[in-house]
Every structure is written in structure tokens, then in C-alpha cells.
């Protein structure tokens, strides 16, 4: 127990790159759903699960009945979903797991009608974790609903693109911490409203108060030195510590690229940082490729990504639209040797308003396997033209957009420029 109270501290003080990790990388559920349950059917001690969706489907549910299981033997159980994302199957989860012991919590619920009205419910519980007895934990952006179903859209035939790791080693620690976190707020409903620390006078006094009293990470070092493999650092997003630890994270990344730069990401309307890293990339010669949505779930994402289609490409930025099935991975490679995988967007949603988590890793092997994903996924992508010009129709476009995501960040109270 001292060991293990130790690690915790670590995790909540030494935020940066750990060495000594097992990664390994899973597509889809297909792959993180039978190495989910073979962890829960194996845990002894305690299971802690946090994500957006816990839907009612066939293979949502055999997970639920697995958590079940585990409380029945003793293992403490700990479940925290979003109340917007799994609003529509919360009722039949919680008779699943009626008459057990799993704890459920639910961030921001929204059973009620002036749940809506209340401030910060932009703000969504949009990590995908699981931790299993302090020993192993997956981070990604698999929700917990089967791969080829779509709330809005029903079955295809298709499955999801979308990819999650499976860790072991010293840094399932500070995941594990970032999820006790994350489900104490919500069971505890003590969700205050941090969206008011922006109006609150000598905010940024405050706010790094905060930072130093929580020690939350909000830039990973750039010097990394000489760790075992695999080194890799867990960052995450929120309201309060971390406001902007995931973009600076790819900015960083993005800047120091030297060769190439790969990116898997359904909702893609960056602010100026990254826009401008990615131009900037792509001018001193960089290889820069974008996979986006081609088969649209949300049309109004779609329509916002095209906004910036002429922009980027005018640089040199090759920008594919993936249309076999529905796109859902958040992932990047930076010169075959850095790489990441979670839960966030390159939008206004998941880098200024919603709680996200990432892992990123500094490991040739895992690098080069997740690029083989991507070009795989290249290799049945269209390659998109310089649509949308740069014509007086292309500035309309753009000006909405941009003047869209003003507003709705101001809504959401999100402070500070993007």
C-alpha cells in the first residue's frame, strides 16, 4: 500500500514523460472491448471507468453485466458517464445495475428540464479511461457502443475508425488519479461552475494559485531525457488546471516536426496556434497530412472543416475526407517517432469547454504501427482539391464560421482568443 500511495503522489507531481510502459496499440471496439473485459473479469481489487457514452446496445451491456460480476466479488466498482451523451440510455443502465453495489455517477446530468439552463452545461465529460486494479488502463476515443452503430445514423455495415492503448507501467498511476478525479466530482455534485472563474476579478492570480496548489501539468517538456521505453505522458483537459495542456502538446509536437506530419481528427476547426503550425510545417517542408470526416455524422462539422480546406492546402497541406464508414479516431504521428491518442477533437468544444484525455508517446514502435493504421486509412480516403476557393463565396464561408464559433464559445463562457 506504500508503494502504491507513493506511485499516486508521483502521478500527481511529476506530470511530464514516464519511461517504462507497456503500450499497445487497439482499433476500434472490436479490439479494446474483449481486452476490457478480460481485465474486469480479472480484477481483484477495483475498477474505475469514465466515458461519454455507455450506451444499451448488445456489447455495451455485456460490459455492464462484466462491472456487475466484479462487484459481486468484492471489487469496488466505480463508473462516471456524461449525463448529455448517455442521456437517451441511462434508464436501462441503471437497471442493469440495479441491486449491485457499482457506483454510478453522472457529470452534468440532464434529467430535468432547467438542467438545460444552467450554466457550463456546454461543457461535457467527454473522456474514454478505464483503470483496473492500479495495474492496467485504456485511454482513447472508443466510447462504450458498438463499433458500428450510430445513435443518430443506426447500424452500417462498417465499423467506426477509432483507436484506444492499453497501458501498463508506472504511468497508469496518473491515469488512474485523473479518473478518481473526475468521478468524485460528479458523485459528489459538487460540479460548481468553473466557466464563473472567468468573470471573477484577478482571475489569472487565481487561476495560477490553482495551478501551483494542484500542480496540474499545462505544457509537457520539450527536452525529454533518455527513458526506457515505452515513454510516454498522460495530459488532460479541463476547466480549471489544464486549460490548454492537449493543444499546447500538439502545437509543440507540430512545431518541432522535421519530416512528417499525420492527423486523424473527425471534428477539425483549430484556433490560431495550431492553424498556424500546421501553414508553418508544411512551408519549411514538412509532409502534412489531414484525415477527415467524408461520410458526415454532424453536417454543420463538416461545413465548418471546409471553411479552412483552401487555406491550408494553399500551403501544401494534403487533406483527405475518409468515406468507408464513420471517422472517430483522434490521433497524430510526427516524424515516426511521437504520438498521440484520445479522446480529443481539434475544435472549440474539445480544447477550450470539455474535460479530455490523451496519451502521449515518445516510442518509435508504437509510432510506426499507428502510422501504418494511418496510411491504411489513407489508402481508401479521397484526396480533396482546393475546394471552396478564394473568392468572395470562400470569405462568406469563413466569416460565418468563425463569427459561429465566437458566439458559441462567448455562450459557453469560454474567456481568451481562439
Known amino acids: 500500500m506504500r508503494r502504491l500511495g507513493a506511485r499516486r503522489r508521483r502521478a500527481r507531481t511529476d506530470p511530464g514523460f514516464v519511461g517504462g510502459n507497456e503500450a499497445e496499440l487497439l482499433r476500434g471496439g472490436d479490439q479494446l472491448f474483449p481486452r476490457m473485459l478480460e481485465a474486469i473479469q480479472r480484477a481483484h481489487a477495483e475498477v474505475w471507468l469514465a466515458t461519454y457514452i455507455f450506451h444499451s446496445d448488445a456489447a455495451s451491456l455485456a460490459l455492464a453485466d462484466a462491472l456487475v460480476a466484479a462487484d459481486r466479488r468484492g471489487v469496488r466498482v466505480r463508473v462516471v458517464v456524461d449525463g448529455f451523451g448517455s442521456k437517451g440510455s441511462l434508464p436501462v443502465l441503471r437497471q442493469r445495475l440495479a441491486g449491485s453495489g457499482v457506483a454510478l455517477a453522472v457529470f452534468r446530468p440532464m434529467d430535468r428540464w432547467w438542467h438545460w439552463f444552467q450554466p457550463g452545461q456546454l461543457r461535457r465529460l467527454h473522456q474514454k479511461l478505464c483503470v483496473v486494479d492500479?495495474?492496467?488502463?485504456?485511454?482513447?476515443?472508443?466510447?462504450?457502443?458498438?463499433?458500428?452503430?450510430?445513435?443518430?445514423?443506426?447500424?452500417?455495415?462498417?465499423?467506426?475508425?477509432?483507436?484506444?492503448?492499453?497501458?501498463?507501467?508506472?504511468?497508469?498511476?496518473?491515469?488512474?488519479?485523473?479518473?478518481?478525479?473526475?468521478?468524485?466530482?460528479?458523485?459528489?455534485?459538487?460540479?460548481?461552475?468553473?466557466?464563473?472563474?472567468?468573470?471573477?476579478?484577478?482571475?489569472?492570480?487565481?487561476?495560477?494559485?490553482?495551478?501551483?496548489?494542484?500542480?496540474?501539468?499545462?505544457?509537457?517538456?520539450?527536452?525529454?531525457?533518455?527513458?526506457?521505453?515505452?515513454?510516454?505522458?498522460?495530459?488532460?483537459?479541463?476547466?480549471?488546471?489544464?486549460?490548454?495542456?492537449?493543444?499546447?502538446?500538439?502545437?509543440?509536437?507540430?512545431?518541432?516536426?522535421?519530416?512528417?506530419?499525420?492527423?486523424?481528427?473527425?471534428?477539425?476547426?483549430?484556433?490560431?496556434?495550431?492553424?498556424?503550425?500546421?501553414?508553418?510545417?508544411?512551408?519549411?517542408?514538412?509532409?502534412?497530412?489531414?484525415?477527415?470526416?467524408?461520410?458526415?455524422?454532424?453536417?454543420?462539422?463538416?461545413?465548418?472543416?471546409?471553411?479552412?480546406?483552401?487555406?491550408?492546402?494553399?500551403?501544401?497541406?494534403?487533406?483527405?475526407?475518409?468515406?468507408?464508414?464513420?471517422?472517430?479516431?483522434?490521433?497524430?504521428?510526427?516524424?515516426?517517432?511521437?504520438?498521440?491518442?484520445?479522446?480529443?477533437?481539434?475544435d472549440p468544444l474539445s480544447l477550450l469547454l470539455n474535460l479530455e484525455a490523451n496519451v502521449v508517446l515518445r516510442d518509435g514502435g508504437f509510432a510506426r504501427h499507428l502510422a501504418d493504421e494511418i496510411e491504411t486509412a489513407l489508402a481508401v480516403s479521397a484526396r480533396v482539391g482546393e475546394r471552396g476557393g478564394t473568392g468572395l463565396r470562400a470569405m462568406l464561408h469563413r466569416a460565418a464560421v468563425a463569427w459561429f464559433a465566437y458566439v458559441f464559445l462567448r455562450v459557453a463562457g469560454a474567456a481568451g482568443r481562439y
Not at 298 to 315: D, K, N, V
Open 134 to 346: 492500479g495495474a492496467t488502463a485504456f485511454v482513447g476515443g472508443v466510447n462504450i457502443i458498438d463499433d458500428r452503430l450510430d445513435i443518430h445514423h443506426g447500424f452500417s455495415e462498417s465499423p467506426r475508425l477509432d483507436f484506444s492503448v492499453q497501458l501498463r507501467g508506472p504511468l497508469v498511476a496518473a491515469v488512474a488519479q485523473g479518473l478518481r478525479s473526475i468521478w468524485s466530482r460528479a458523485w459528489l455534485g459538487r460540479d460548481f461552475d468553473d466557466a464563473l472563474l472567468d468573470y471573477i476579478p484577478l482571475r489569472r492570480r487565481l487561476r495560477r494559485w490553482l495551478a501551483q496548489l494542484w500542480r496540474g501539468p499545462q505544457r509537457l517538456p520539450q527536452a525529454v531525457p533518455r527513458l526506457p521505453p515505452v515513454c510516454a505522458a498522460f495530459v488532460m483537459r479541463d476547466n480549471l488546471r489544464r486549460r490548454r495542456t492537449i493543444e499546447h502538446a500538439y502545437v509543440d509536437a507540430i512545431r518541432g516536426a522535421r519530416a512528417s506530419v499525420d492527423l486523424i481528427c473527425p471534428y477539425f476547426y483549430p484556433g490560431q496556434r495550431i492553424r498556424l503550425a500546421l501553414r508553418r510545417a508544411a512551408d519549411r517542408g514538412v509532409r502534412v497530412r489531414l484525415l477527415l470526416q467524408g461520410k458526415l455524422d454532424y453536417r454543420l462539422a463538416g461545413w465548418a472543416a471546409e471553411a479552412l480546406y483552401a487555406e491550408l492546402i494553399g500551403h501544401g497541406v494534403e487533406i483527405y475526407e475518409y468515406t468507408p464508414a464513420f471517422l472517430h479516431a483522434k490521433v497524430a504521428v510526427v516524424d515516426g517517432q511521437w504520438a498521440t491518442v484520445g479522446s480529443s477533437n481539434i
